[in-house]
């Protein structure tokens, strides 16, 4: 089994920045991908950005473009999420999410381990 845990966020400003961690435990686990969700409250859970580590490609929802980022650090078998020029609208419960296999990098479903998410409040 494959555990995901988020940590990092926070309350912060308008224009702030904040990094999520997402470090993973358990079975040796070499994952194909890796995405970044958020679910803000009354709304479904949407893509942020996903990467094919095959590729090093990254895919982004365009809210996001040009301001969130991700890295890893394979020797701590941890992703970050670098979230800057944050927005009112980025407020939600953020989740990171593996998948063993290449996949259709957008969808939710398609990924095989989630997190717990972490909470991310950005006050204007």
């Known amino acids: 089994q494959v555990q995901l845990v988020e940590s990092g966020g926070g309350f912060v400003q308008a224009g702030d920045s904040l990094r999520l961690s997402c470090a993973a435990s358990?079975?040796?686990?070499?994952?194909?991908?890796m995405g970044w969700f958020r679910q803000a409250p009354g709304k479904e859970r949407e893509f942020v950005l996903g990467?094919?580590?095959?590729?090093?490609?990254?895919y982004y929802a365009d809210s996001v473009r040009g301001r969130f980022s991700m890295s890893r650090d394979i020797a701590k078998n941890t992703v970050y999420l670098q979230m800057n020029s944050l927005r009112p609208e980025d407020t939600a419960v953020y989740y990171c999410?593996?998948?063993?296999?290449?996949?259709?990098?957008?969808?939710?479903?398609?990924?095989?381990?989630w997190g717990q998410g972490t909470q991310v409040t950005v006050s204007s």
């Open positions: 999410a593996a998948a063993k296999s290449e996949i259709q990098i957008m969808v939710a479903r398609a990924y095989d381990y």
């Open positions: 358990g079975q040796t686990f070499s994952s194909a991908a």
């Open positions: 990467t094919r580590w095959s590729s090093g490609y990254t």
